[in-house]
């Protein structure tokens, strides 16, 4: 049978096994699994079949509990079935696991091990999550590279069915997961040849049915549950054995060997690591290395960890064995040591007592590689060094510099196994430009045109803006096992100029080495452009240097910004890779491969970028001597505090390895206000404010999703010393004659989207192509701007008691509370928190549900969460995904329980602090600003009193002081968390009647992990899990929530009717029980132009696609109505918004007959909608008298 | 009985009345009630090559656009195996038509490149189109461009077109060219076997308040009639090409004024729009009425009766008429007809 190798990922490659041998997937969307079930779905809604013939139902689930729930019941009514998971996502399906192995049926699981949330999320890999799986019953089976999880996605199902025993198939997350490798691709006929047909039908005939009726899933009492309990062991006893017959199998099949155990390494080696994973392939790797160099040490990969075969283990270790250290990519805080080295330590206890005393090694444990750290050939030689000395270090990490508690071993970073006959390539790029697509694609050439392995693997920082990647590239004639990034490279590239003062990248280029540099100047003149310390590295290094100029190919080819073709060009020019005729002719082939489908005239684009490239592409003779004077400077002002600084600042420039355990606190608690400081300059134009045809509306601040267009009004004496160029006008407000008013852009701060522009009213009436602000090119006005915003912030803001909140011209120059967040440029969430920031962020707190919002909101290295001048700010938290309403809930009743006897002990110090202060501190309304402002005032005499005070009382009190300021509780999250996952606890939190405010962010699709539907998800919509049109019709969360009859409800758009969402925020907070908001966000997953975002709103709402409605109870108590329809009739046609939106209008291109049916019955729920509200709204209201 | 008939595009159509190129034809459904109010032809809505190159290039742009960006996300998008981009929507909408109707199906083509137009055509008429319409629809702002090379265009055009495709091709014409019989004959010489006159460009307004232009289309008025009166009247006799009348045609009297300067068909889009479908049955009865009461036997007989060459006052069609209407100028004119002779050497 003829070998077909691919290059896929870890994801793709078990999704194409595990879809071939189930009939029921059951899918939830979490990073980094998500994409097994996007392959599944996608595969599903192009009719593909499985390997007997019929194509398998995918259904999402609202979690990843529901998705076990649903395999659970699939598995016990016959079908075979299966899901994908990672991290929050497993420990939310282990109840199900529970029962699925009790009942002793068998499934895989597969699983990319990502790490569980501590003190912080994250999405990277380690195996935290699947340990917390041990005690399920599941078997679990371990792959370390792509190729394996290919193939033990397989064994595992195969295995599952021959044992009864459920699997967990884990790899690792992003590090296997999204590593993108040449592999040899299972064939049907190979998949088919090791799934048992007797054990499926077996699998069948135990089936619940009503034809054959059974109980199962009894409850049982302390006579008999312990033994039935028992019944199972032979089961599991069997397990090991029928794993390694599938395994033998599986090599007779496809020639690949796999054993529960394997070992390699020197025969006689006294020193072993035991450990599974990706990081096995770089210690085998270095075992290799070290070996042919001298040493004698071995490797054991773990690949069966439960159920744990220990005679297995033990013949697989080598007799010479005298010292294990066995490596665990986990942390059990308080545990003697980790899992695998407790299990390894038993595992040769029980081999001793089973008379089998052949070796007593001393065995060690350390931790690596958390949350993807890296793990590289010099932590491996560090492992082993540390082997060698007689006391070795015991439960120790490797990897980072523990300067608190000492448990690292130190190691030599420059130690390398990167053999010569490997080409490794460093591609610095921007999200945007495209260069991880052509990375792939230059991988796919390589891996599918030649007899080389190619790896390829990526690293994206946490922006949605302006976002870096970095591909990491190899290429090499034998099997590459580096799962680590490429640290010294023979090829950098760096596509965007701008990272050249950012990133010391050629740090990375090994002596001899090729720098590609995507410059607006070319080879005459790059030269004195570039920093000293490139000019120094490339003389340094006698580095070949090219330059391209891709922006303006690019612009004259019609690739826009996505430089992917033309870099790629570039790479294969200059890399000789593969010769230069043939990597063209690949590159030509693999255009007409890739974008045919898309039309002859994206190709054509494309082929003609590459002809273009080849004629811009020159090499630099550079210099003997550099001659630059430009440094590289601080990733942070020096004017920065000293954290910020010296922590969050080497994080930002990409050297947060480097900082030790001392550098944190032990909580995961940081600073707000700390995006400010990284002036990131991603905007190529910034909007320029014309203050002489300005009507001072204030929408221009209302809507910039990075609140970079700030407003203050102020007296003309703070004009002082103003820069040349800063800019002032009258204010027009008549409350606010005789001030002055500025408009002003953060020129480093703004992403260039542009929305301020388009939603600005007036037009200039000489040249109606300009409005009062308009987008002008960045890089002039980078350091006047610099200046005007600098004296800008000095100016103090004004008094909030002389702002009208409820208008948006004065309102929108109450100081934004959150800045600079690193959402997609033009995001059409954060204009929303913005202003919920200005209302209320002195005395907010924030419980965030897990998504885009606690992403950019959360995600180090800043926070756009900021305080004020007098350091109030909101206070913001992230707890899990599925419990935010409860956890904010949480926040109230503590705030509320805390202010409960605050006012006690007022009461009960009264005599103590002063009568009256004691009354006007419990009797404060605290309704509006001056309110406010007063209560903080009597608090701050209160505590000067109570600072005074020492006895225990007073103490007491002086520590809850501040909660008898009001505090505002904000729940906050997207439609992933509020539709679905979360649903279940933001019902009981409205229904508790506390007074919370809830903040749905409604994109219509969980954004965050990629555009995956949710109920939110509109009918006709095209999203991942939704692959041919979402069918059915958005749930209506605002009509449950209304049917409380307590809850205040509201469902805006900004762009639509901003009055309306400010009197809607305005509305929420100020009602005294549970408030829901319901805000329609535009998001990039809606394939949408995002600088004209709002007009989509707007069309939204005129076609009745999004109804604006506020439902507040308080109307109620004046006989009214209490909802009231703010949406008037739609004056468009809802296939006049679906237009405008990819989302909706690529199904008229790939399923235009769905297209036409969804789009008419999507018309139909929009009146249907609007007739419900209308009705509802205009009916007579006659609440039932008590005791009627 | 009154015969009705007429040929057009070598087609034998029931009478004159021929719905153009609309969105009443975007749906089977309406193209099926046309047929059953007596339309004669359907002209389909247009395939445009720069809209559809347009959306593939959006399409392409948004699936493509924020990928390989975020490490939780590297696409927003499902991306299909398969698109049905490019004119497959628009060929199978021709053969449905085809399917669902018995009256000829002639389909409209813009194309922006010589091999769009070929291609287009070719996989129009593959798809069972009975003639084809080329709809040459080119608002010319660039000033460097001469009117040489314009017309040199419509006329490669037609050229390339009707040696790509063996069904009868039509092509529809702007009336802003210098000398419109000049290019008639040109176009006629070219290949084309029928000349539809006149498309009607689209001319931006200007929204007042919101100081935007706004790109509102115009439905024809009965005042737009004159423009085709005129050159076919013209034209009727001089040229082998059918003669498609379309702009200002909204009753009985219009298409009754038009078949007698010459025209084979006349084309309905406005009134159709404006008063519904069935005003296509209004029309033709009102046709018959009048022929009628006026005892005209055939449209034959109508047909080119008062053209031009047939008229009895040739100079009433001659700009020089309206030279005398407004006695205040006093210039000596060529006559369309003596322009047409010395462009034709007749």
Redesign the interface.
């Known amino acids: 049978m003829s070998r077909k190798f691919k290059t896929m990922d870890a994801n793709e490659a078990v999704a194409h096994v595990a879809y071939r041998v189930n009939e029921v997937i059951a899918i939830y969307p979490i ?2 699994s ?2 097994m079930g ?1 392959w599944a ?2 595969w599903a ?2 009719g593909l079949p499985n390997v007997w013939g019929t194509v398998p139902q995918v259904t999402e689930m609202q979690s990843e509990g529901g998705a076990a729930g649903a395999v659970h019941g699939a598995l016990q009514t016959g079908s075979l079935a299966t899901t994908f998971t990672a991290s929050q996502g497993l420990l939310l399906m282990i109840p199900n696991m529970n029962k699925i192995a009790g009942e002793l049926t068998p499934t895989a699981f597969h699983v990319s091990a990502r790490t569980v949330a501590t003190h912080a999320l994250s ?1 990277f890999g380690d195996h935290s999550d699947v340990m917390f799986c041990r005690s399920t019953g599941y078997a679990m089976l371990c792959s370390n590279s792509v190729q394996e999880a290919m193939d033990l996605a397989l064994i595992a199902h195969a295995a599952s069915l021959e044992s009864r025993i459920p699997f967990l198939h884990f790899f690792d997350g ?1 590090r296997t997961s ?1 590593e993108v490798s040449k592999i040899v691709v299972l064939s049907d006929d190979e998949i088919r040849s090791l799934i048992n047909p007797d054990r499926v039908i077996e699998h069948r005939q135990r089936a619940l049915s009503p034809d054959h009726p059974v109980l199962r899933g009894t409850a049982q009492n302390p006579d008999v549950f312990f033994q039935i309990r028992e019944t199972a062991n032979r089961y599991y006893e069997a397990c090991p054995k029928k794993v390694q017959s599938v395994m033998d199998k599986f090599a007779q099949v496809t020639q690949r060997r796999y054993n529960l155990f394997d070992y390699v390494g020197a025969p006689d080696a006294e020193r072993v690591i035991v450990m599974m994973g990706s990081g096995a392939e770089v210690t085998h790797e270095t075992v290799d290395y070290l070996n042919a160099h001298g040493d004698k040490v071995g490797l054991l990969k773990v690949r069966l960890y439960r159920p744990f075969a220990v005679s297995h283990f033990l013949n697989c270790l080598p007799a010479s064995v005298r010292k294990i250290a066995v490596l665990d990519r986990t942390k059990e805080s308080g545990a003697i040591g980790e899992p695998l080295y407790l299990d390894i330590v038993s595992a040769l206890n029980e081999g001793t007592k089973q008379g089998r005393p052949r070796i007593t090694p001393k065995v060690i444990g350390g931790r690596y590689g958390l949350s993807s750290k890296e793990f590289t050939p010099a932590m491996v030689k560090a492992v082993y060094d540390n082997l060698k000395l007689d006391d070795p270090k015991d439960h120790f990490t490797i990897g980072i510099n523990d300067d608190v508690t000492h448990t690292s071993l130190p190691y030599d970073a420059e130690f390398s196994t990167e053999p010569e006959n490997v080409v490794r390539g460093l591609f610095y790029g ?3 430009d ?4 052509a990375n ?1 694609n230059s991988i796919k050439i390589i891996g599918e045109n030649t007899d080389h392995y190619a790896q390829g693997y ?1 690293v ?1 920082d ?3 803006s302006g ?1 870096m ?1 970095v591909s990491h590239l190899r290429f090499g004639p034998e099997l590459i096992r580096s799962s680590y990034l490429v640290s010294k490279a023979n090829f950098v590239a760096c596509h965007q100029w701008i990272f050249l003062e950012r990133y010391d990248m050629l740090n990375s280029l090994v002596s001899g080495g090729t720098f590609l540099l995507n410059s607006p100047f070319g080879p005459d003149e790059v030269w004195d452009h570039l920093p000293r310390p490139v000019q120094e590295q490339i003389i340094a290094k006698k580095a070949r240097f090219f330059v391209i100029d891709a922006y303006t190919v690019a612009r004259d080819t ?1 690739m ?1 910004s ?1 430089m992917n073709t033309i870099l790629q060009v570039c790479f294969f020019a200059i890399s000789k890779v593969l010769p230069r005729d043939q990597a063209i002719a690949a590159i030509r082939e693999s255009i007409r491969h890739t ?1 045919g ?6 190709v054509q684009k494309n082929l003609k970028a590459v002809d273009e490239t080849l004629a811009h592409l020159f090499e630099v003779n550079a210099p003997a001597q550099s001659t630059s004077a430009i440094e590289m400077p601080p990733p942070f002002s020096p004017s920065a505090p000293e954290f910020e600084r010296n922590v969050l600042g080497p994080i930002y420039a990409g050297r947060g390895d480097e900082l030790p355990v001392s550098a944190f606190s032990a909580d995961g608690t940081f600073p707000t206000g700390t995006a400010k400081w990284e002036k990131r300059n991603i905007a190529l134009e910034i909007p320029e404010w014309d203050s002489k045809i300005c009507i001072q509306c204030g929408k221009c601040a209302m809507v910039c999703p990075h609140a970079v267009i700030r407003i203050k009004v102020y007296e003309s004496k703070e004009l002082a010393g103003a820069p040349v160029n800063f800019k002032s006008t009258e204010a027009r407000d008549k409350e606010w004659q005789g001030l002055k008013y500025t408009i002003q852009v953060a020129p480093e701060d703004c992403t260039g989207c542009g929305i301020c522009v388009d939603i600005c009213p007036v ?1 200039n ?1 000489a040249e ?1 192509r300009l409005k009062a602000i308009n987008m002008v090119p960045q890089p002039p006005l980078r350091v006047p701007e610099r200046e005007n915003w600098e004296f800008f912030l000095k100016i103090p803001e004004l008094d909030r008691r002389k702002i009208k909140p409820g208008a948006i011209r004065q309102q929108q120059i109450q100081e934004p509370l959150f800045e600079f967040s690193g959402a ?1 440029s033009g995001c059409g969430e954060t204009p929303y928190l913005k202003l919920m920031s200005q209302l209320f962020g002195d005395r907010a707190i924030i419980a965030n549900a897990t998504g885009c919002s606690s ?1 950019y909101g959360g995600n180090l290295p800043t926070t756009p969460w900021t305080k004020n001048a007098d350091g109030r700010g909101p206070a913001w938290s992230n707890s899990l995904f599925e419990d935010n309403a409860e956890f904010g809930l949480g926040f109230r009743l503590s705030v509320d329980k805390q202010t409960e006897f605050a006012k006690e002990l007022v009461k009960r110090l009264a005599v103590t602090i002063g009568g009256e202060l004691a009354n006007a501190l419990i009797a404060s309304p605290q309704k509006d600003e001056a309110d406010i402002y007063e209560q903080r005032q009597r608090v701050d005499v209160l505590k000067e009193r109570l600072g005074k005070l020492n006895f225990p009382e007073a103490k007491q009190l002086l520590a809850i002081a501040d909660m008898l300021v009001k505090k505002s509780v904000w729940i906050v999250g997207g439609d992933g968390w509020a539709y679905d996952i979360g649903y279940g606890g933001l019902d009981h939190v409205i229904a508790s009647g506390r007074n919370v405010n809830l903040l749905v962010l409604d994109t219509e699709v969980y ?5 995956q539907s949710s109920k939110s998800t509109p009918r006709a919509a ?3 899990f939704a ?1 041919g049109g979402k069918p059915g019709p958005k749930k209506d969360l605002g009509l449950m929530a209304m049917s409380y009859g307590n809850v205040y409800v509201a469902s805006v758009a900004m762009g639509a009717k901003d009055e309306h969402t400010l009197k809607a925020f305005l509305e929420a907070e100020a009602y005294d029980g549970p408030s829901i908001i319901i805000a329609y966000a535009h998001c ?2 809606h ?2 132009n995002m600088t004209t975002g709002m007009q989509d709103q707007k069309s939204a709402v005129d076609s009745g696609q999004w109804l604006l409605y506020r439902y507040n109870p308080e109307r109620t108590a004046q006989g009214e109505n209490p909802l009231i329809l703010d949406s008037r009739s739609p004056t468009k046609k809802v296939q006049d918004f679906l237009s405008m939106e ?2 909706f ?2 199904l ?3 399923k ?1 007959e769905d297209a036409k049916r969804l789009w008419a019955e999507a018309q139909h729920d929009a009146e249907s909608r609007y007739r419900l509200y209308e009705y509802l709204a205009q009916r007579k209201f006659e609440p039932a008298k008590p005791g009627e | 009985m009154i015969d009705l008939t007429t040929t057009y595009l070598g087609l034998k159509l029931r009478t004159p009345l021929v719905p153009s190129a609309s969105p009443l034809s975007h749906e089977i459904d309406s193209i099926c009630r046309l047929e059953d109010v007596g339309a004669s032809a359907v002209v389909l809505y247009s395939l445009f090559e720069e809209q ?2 347009q ?24 991306t ?7 004119p497959e ?1 628009y060929l ?1 909408h021709i053969r449905k038509a085809k399917k669902a109707v018995h009256i000829p199906i002639i389909a409209s083509l813009n194309g922006t490149t010589v091999g769009g137009w070929i291609d287009y055509a070719k996989q129009i008429e593959q798809a069972g189109a009975d003639a084809l319409e080329c709809n040459i629809y080119s608002l010319p702002a660039n000033p460097d461009l001469t009117a040489a090379e314009i017309e040199q265009t419509y006329v490669d055009i037609v050229r390339a077109v009707k040696s790509a495709v063996q069904i009868p091709v039509a092509v529809k014409l702007s009336p802003f060219f210098s000398n419109m019989a000049n290019m008639a004959k040109r176009l006629d010489q070219a290949g084309a076997d029928a000349m539809v006159l006149f498309n009607r460009f689209y001319q931006p307004d200007i929204d007042l308040d919101e ?2 232009i706004k790109p509102n289309v115009l439905l024809s008025t009965p005042q737009a009639l004159r423009l085709p009166l005129t050159w076919i009247g013209i034209l009727f006799g001089r040229v082998r090409a059918n003669l498609a009348a379309t702009s200002g045609v909204h009753g009985p009297e219009d298409v009754i004024k038009l078949l007698m300067v010459g025209a084979d068909v006349t084309m309905l889009c406005s009134t159709l729009l404006r008063n519904g479908t069935s005003h296509v049955r209004y029309i033709e009865d009102g046709l018959l009425e009048w022929m009628e009461k006026h005892e005209y036997e055939s449209v034959q007989q109508l047909k080119g009766s008062m053209s031009q060459l047939r008229c009895p006052d040739p100079t009433a069609f001659e700009r020089a008429q309206y030279m005398k209407a407004v006695k205040s100028v006093q210039h000596v004119m060529v006559t369309s007809r003596e322009a047409w002779r010395i462009l034709t050497g007749d």
């Open positions: 990073t980094p998500s994409p996007e779905d996608q809604s192009e999405i992003f999204h921007l999200g945007a495209g260069t991880v697509g792939k990526f994206y946490s922006k949605k976002a990647t019609g826009g996505r974008y489908r898309k039309g002859e005239e994206i037009k009436k109606t997609c992403i954004s965050n992990t990629g555009g095209v999203a991942k692959a990039i997953a394939g949408i990819t989302r209008k690529m008229t291109t790939s235009p | 559809l190159r959306e593939n290039f959006e399409l392409d742009h948004h699936l493509s656009a924020h990928t390989e960006s975020f490490a939780e996300a590297t696409s927003y998008l499902p299909p195996t398969e698109f049905r981009i490019g929507g199978e100081l935007e």
